[in-house]
């Protein structure tokens, strides 16, 4: 009996032990363990298939590209020796690989690594246009091709690129998160596990576990080419529900997260929160993007503009924490227009669209809401709200977001609230990004107007920086006020928590979480 009594004794220290542990204690456990609430990206971690924010706070600690971007957008080589050399045709780089960089499975980063990631971006990537002015890339894409014409592999440790001309955002765009390199060999032996049970970079962090429905687990990559990181590990913890996700914070479960804006008022003077509430503001746009095959008239495209009300979205939906958008490329970015007037709330003017577009009793549209994004569904809500008054009727679907995603990608989209945040600080990478016909036919927009492809195609490859600010100019005018293909709705201000402990972390203006320098000091 007392034997009996003596392993039941033994049994309770030993889960009560395994509890401590669960819950990430830095002091108890020895090690420094960061707990980040997140939302569950539900689909397999691979930046170059899957291009959700949430995915991308955990893909950056682990995957990395040849060029970094600091706050402000300046480059620097990351896994390269120096920044690329462009020769003097103003088309071809010269790149060095920065020596004895090793991927998380001791295999040595090598050219032929970078050319099958870039190969693969194009070919199976959502965001292969960062990189389609590189020749040969239209040919690869179209399956015309199995090479890559315009990567010419040196040797192991040096390689070329030649594009089809002057692109002015190059190195921006490879120094983005989507253009990360993936070791060739693991990444195919893998196959449909990449990304879920098997992820390998050269990144100051390793994945341990990929939970799906739970979390994810990243450990120090203790043979990192660059500063060793001072956090031994990273913990994303899957929690769904924004407030849900709060009451952890303050029960000490999680050391960071970032605050739905919904629900800003709430805590914004609460006297235990607000000395951990930080803000920034990354270069970007909420907006309502519309099927234009679905709804092919642009006066009934304005009359939808004129059916919101920007200034009541801001002020009592997102209490502030919004401005209204009068353009697509935000404020900050070459091609903003200052002068651009706001846009107004005026039902009655958009009734008289729809009697000229043939709706004079009103108009049936159908929406859908991702539910991931609990502000964006109340948003959705509002517009939904204050376009009655003009007559317009709007049924909102609710779909989760593995359903959005192919509803997007298979051209079913109809109606959504969406945004955009930009990957490196240049207008190419807001407007061509979302909204080239080549981008357009991915997300269930297929707008495709060859005066505004023409300049946004121009403009990438135009040196002159005042040339390029007026051929954005004029696009973003034909996108937003002609032709009525996006309708900008606010910039937003974003916020997270972040415990006094947590040392050394920020968001950048590019909206990218990294962890390499984060510490924790109890």
Known sequence: MQKKILVLVCAILALISVAGCGNSDTANSGKKVLRMAAQDPQVPLDPQKHTYS?????????????????????????????????????????FTLKSGVKFHNGEILKSSDVKYSFMRLLTEGKM????????????????????????????????????????????????????????????KAAGNDWGIKTLIGTGPFKLEAYNQGTSVILVKNENYHGVAPKLDEVDFKFIQDP?????????????????????????????????????????????????????SDPKVREALSYAIDRNAICQDLLYGTATPAKTFIPKGLLGYDEGAAEYAYNPEKAKQLLAEAGYPDGIDLVAQDNTKYPTYSKLLVAI??????????????QVDNAAWADMKHSGKMTMAVSNWYIDYVDPDGMIYQTMSEKL??????????????????TAR?????????????????????????????????????????????????SYRYYFGTTDIQK
Request: glycine share 4%.
């Open 54 to 94: 949430h995915l991308l706070k955990i893909s950056d600690q682990i995957l990395e590209p040849l060029i970094i971007a600091g706050d402000g957008g300046q480059l620097k080589p990351l896994l390269l020796a120096e920044m690329p050399q462009l020769k003097d045709d103003k088309k071809t780089y010269s």
């Open 440 to 457: 357009t036919k991915q997300n269930s927009n297929f707008y495709a107007d060859p005066i505004f492809n023409n300049l946004l195609n």
């Open 384 to 397: 939904q709200e204050q376009a009655k008054a003009a007559g317009i009727r709007i049924t909102i679907n």
């Open 128 to 187: 292969g246009n960062l990189i389609d002015m590189i020749q040969g890339a239209d040919k690869l894409e179209k399956k015309e091709s199995n090479d890559l014409e315009g990567f010419k592999i040196i040797d192991d440790t040096h390689f070329e690129i030649t594009l089809t001309g002057p692109y002015v955002p190059f190195l921006a765009a490879i120094a983005t998160d989507y253009v990360v390199i993936y070791p060739e060999q693991a990444c």
């Open 243 to 295: 407030n849900t996700q709060v009451m952890e914070y303050q029960k000490g479960n999680v050391d960071l997260l970032q605050l739905d804006s919904a629900l800003y008022p709430t805590f914004a003077n609460n006297e235990e929160l607000k000395k951990d509430m930080h803000s920034f503001s990354p270069y970007g746009l909420v907006f309502l993007t519309m099927n234009t095959q679905k709804i």
């Open 461 to 509: 490859a135009t040196l002159d920086s005042s040339q390029r600010e007026a051929m954005y100019k004029q696009a973003d005018q034909i996108l937003t006020r002609k032709d009525y293909a996006a309708i900008p709705i606010c910039n937003e201000t974003m916020f997270y928590l972040a415990k006094s402990y947590v040392k050394g972390f920020n968001v950048d203006s």
